[in-house]
């Protein structure tokens, strides 16, 4: 099974919580939704991690 990996080093920097922040954000705010839902494999523990710490629920 091939997997997905960046050409360059880009993990661990913060780039995600920022973006999924930003996007959480404009969601409620601009565009009122009321729900946002979010998937990552339960392997990728700092995805996990990251949804977790952002409020997302199992």
Known sequence: MQTNR??????????????????????????AFTKLIAEAQSANTSSCALLKRLGFMK
């Open 6 to 31: 960046c050409s360059i080093k880009v993990t661990k920097n913060g780039f995600a919580c920022e973006a999924v922040s930003e996007v959480v954000y404009h969601s409620f705010e601009d565009k």
